[in-house]
């Protein structure tokens, strides 16, 4: 099995910036795209980006794009996500997601480890 744990976010004002880590462990050689999603109060759970496992290939959710990038460090097992230009309706509880899939994908039952998820508001 593999665990994920994320770190960072937190509390910034409209337009701010923030990034979040996330660190896999356990049986990380079975991972194949990593990817963040969201979940806002009262809302569905929402595809942020994803991340092949060359660290080349990514997607972003159209909310995004342009704004927020991903990135991986497979020697590492870490996957991040520097958020810029951050909007009150990016707050939500982000969530770090790995699957075995090695094409990309933006549903979440394609996902088969979650980590806790981490708090992100943005203040107007």
Same mark, same amino acid.
């Given at each position: 099995?593999?665990?994920?744990?994320?770190?960072?976010?937190?509390l910034v004002q409209t337009?701010?910036?923030?990034?979040?880590?996330?660190?896999?462990?356990?049986?990380?050689?079975?991972?194949?795209? =990593?990817?963040?999603?969201?979940?806002?109060?009262?809302?569905?759970?929402?595809?942020?980006?994803?991340?092949?496992?060359?660290?080349?290939?990514?997607?972003?959710?159209? @909310?995004?794009k342009g704004r927020f990038?991903?990135?991986?460090?497979?020697?590492?097992?870490? =996957? @991040?996500?520097?958020?810029?230009?951050?909007?009150?309706?990016?707050?939500?509880?982000?969530?770090?997601?790995? @699957?075995?899939?090695?094409? =990309?994908?933006?549903?979440?039952?394609?996902?088969?480890?979650?980590?806790?998820?981490?708090?992100?508001?943005?203040?107007?």
């Amino acid at each position: 099995q593999v665990q994920l744990v994320e770190s960072g976010g937190g509390l910034v004002q409209t337009g701010g910036s923030l990034s979040l880590s996330c660190v896999a462990s356990g049986r990380t050689s079975t991972i194949g795209i =990593m990817g963040w999603f969201r979940r806002a109060p009262g809302k569905e759970r929402e595809f942020v980006a994803a991340i092949g496992r060359n660290t080349i290939n990514k997607q972003y959710g159209d @909310s995004v794009k342009g704004r927020f990038i991903v990135s991986r460090n497979r020697a590492r097992n870490t =996957m @991040s996500l520097q958020m810029n230009a951050l909007r009150p309706e990016d707050t939500a509880i982000y969530y770090c997601a790995s @699957s075995w899939h090695i094409t =990309m994908e933006t549903a979440p039952e394609k996902y088969d480890a979650w980590g806790p998820g981490k708090q992100v508001t943005v203040s107007s």
